[in-house]
């Protein structure tokens, strides 16, 4: 049966009609898609029923596809702001960790100046107690031993040198703090100067600490002065042996890594004592900051440690909280070379002599003490007071002279200027120097020369004995 034209044109008028308020463009769209099943419908290829259907089968359609289009952009619009969120968060924690690198940096910068201001008034305190300090160490350590054994005055003089080497121990101390005690710095590895000290620390510890050292075989090279890294393991110790005062455990860790895109060693000391609070934490660097008590620290012990570690050009860094341990870590640069051997120190050192020693100091005190000294053990003493008195008194002396004793700050001419002449008139004469502290005449800040002799003050007879006659024996 045929649609008559009427029928369909009801029918497309019907499917049509908009079922609400539509606009006019979507009515022809539809129009023009109904066109379709109309002309199929008047050729008679389609009934009046599948012409309705058709048509709205692709509303239907027209209808999934704007949802579909709907929902895309949602979620197109969803993904954008999904990662504007994201990138936003990054960027906040960029800024806050940009932030948090500048504050970090600030306060190191901050604390090290605090330090360094210190230090060059410890330094200068340290020096001018170094003269005092070589007059009544020296002279109660001379009459000490001069005293017949049975004296009852012996024991009260050697409370006063027992005083006397505790001074020269805190000026000592204070020096290294202030990067005023001279170094010898030699190429060496770490692992080996933990070793070295290795047994004497595990005695240090006690029985209800265990000592755990982890050193790493491929340790890079680093250029330090055995000595003060020797003070600086000692001091850690000590450290932390007092923070585990119901034992625990140290480790001790050599490893190689980069700081501020620079090879470095680190040495690591991790303990599992009391650790510290956040206000513990800002001061231990400074000098004669202790929680310890009276008679039981100094607060000189991370002082010389960070002393240390500056003029070895390195940083130390500690991370700490109250229960739950201290870590402190150590970057030394690395460097290229050999080993050095580090010679043992030799406890059975000679003294005595029968050469000539030309002593130059302009501290009238120091200088007598030096001459009693040395003519006490066989030498044979000349003194003078400044460089150009020395220059002439060595003019007029024929004999050898064979050590020239210089303190290294003196009125008018410094004591290398005073060795460099003295040598033209005396090329094989040894010299040796002696100073409060070091100065940058003999040393490049702070590290000797090679083969200067240096004796720093305060010494006791002996020492200044032994060191002359090292000066004469070396090759
Ligand atoms: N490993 C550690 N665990 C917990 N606290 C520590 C540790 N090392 C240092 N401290 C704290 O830092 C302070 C300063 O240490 P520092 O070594 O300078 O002085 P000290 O040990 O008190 O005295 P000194 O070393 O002169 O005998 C200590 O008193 C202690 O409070
Ligand atoms: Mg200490």
New binding site residues.
């Given amino acids: 049966m045929s649609l008559r034209d009427e029928d369909l044109r009801a029918a497309h008028r019907a499917s049509a009609a908009p079922a609400g308020p539509c606009p006019e463009s979507e009515t022809l769209v539809r129009a023009a898609e109904g066109r379709l099943a109309e002309v199929f419908g008047q050729w008679g290829f389609m009934s009046g029923q599948d012409v309705a259907s058709v048509e709205g089968l692709l509303d239907a359609r027209r209808r999934e596809a704007r949802l579909f289009a709907v929902a895309l952009v949602f979620a197109l619009l969803f993904l954008a702001a999904c990662w504007q969120t994201a990138r936003l968060i990054r960027e906040r924690a960029r800024t806050r960790q940009t932030e948090e690198a500048l504050r970090q940096s600030q306060e190191r910068y901050m604390q090290a100046q605090k330090l360094e201001s210190i230090g060059r008034l410890a330094g200068g305190v340290a020096h001018d107690f170094n003269n005092l300090l070589t007059v009544i160490n020296g002279y109660s350590d001379l009459v000490f031993h001069d005293l017949p054994e049975q004296s009852p005055l012996r024991q009260q003089i050697d409370q006063v040198r027992k005083a006397g080497a505790r001074a020269a121990d805190l000026t000592h101390?204070l020096l290294t703090f202030g990067r005023k005690q001279v170094g010898r710095p030699v190429v060496v590895n770490l692992n080996s100067l933990v070793r070295d000290a290795e047994k004497m620390l595990g005695r240090l510890m006690g029985e209800d600490i265990q000592l755990i050292t982890e050193l790493d075989p491929s340790l890079g090279l680093v250029m330090v002065d055995p000595g003060h890294i020797h003070q600086v393991l000692m001091?850690?110790a000590?450290?932390?042996r007092?923070?585990?005062p119901q034992g625990g455990a140290l480790v001790i860790e050599t490893a190689n890594t980069e700081l501020d895109r620079r090879e470095v060693v680190q040495l690591t000391?991790r303990?599992t004592?009391?650790?510290?609070d956040e206000s513990?934490?800002k001061?231990?660097?400074?000098?004669?900051?202790?929680?310890?008590g009276p008679n039981?620290?100094?607060?000189?012990?991370?002082?010389?440690?960070y002393g240390i570690v500056q003029q070895s050009q390195g940083r130390i860094d500690?991370a700490?909280q109250p229960g739950k341990?201290?870590t402190?870590r150590i970057f030394l640069p690395r460097v290229e070379g050999e080993a050095a051997e580090v010679p043992a120190v030799s406890s059975a050192r000679r003294t005595q002599g029968s050469e000539t020693i030309l002593v130059v100091e302009d501290q009238e005190e120091v200088r007598e003490f030096l001459v009693k000294a040395l003519t006490e053990r066989g030498y044979r003493v000349l003194q003078a007071s400044d460089g150009p008195k020395a220059l002439e008194l060595s003019r007029g002396h024929t004999a050898a002279i064979h050590v020239l004793l210089t303190d290294v700050i003196l009125p008018g001419m410094n004591g290398r200027e005073l060795a460099d002449q003295f040598r033209t008139a005396h090329p094989t004469v040894r010299v040796l120097y002696t100073s409060g502290y070091t100065q940058d005449v003999i040393a490049d800040r702070g590290v000797l020369h090679r083969d200067v002799a240096y004796i720093s003050k305060p010494y006791t007879a002996d020492e200044i004995a032994a060191k002359v006659r090292e000066a004469i024996d070396r090759v």
Avoid: C
């Avoid at 004592?273 to 510290?276: L, T, V, W, Y």
């Avoid at 001061?283 to 310890?292: H, L, R, S």
């Avoid at 039981?296 to 440690?305: Q, R």
């Fill in positions: 101390q001091n850690l000590v450290n932390a007092d923070a585990m000391f303990d004592g009391a650790g510290m513990t934490l001061n231990i660097f400074e000098p004669f900051f202790t929680t310890k039981k620290g100094t607060g000189l012990g991370l002082a010389t440690v500690v700490s341990g201290t402190f």
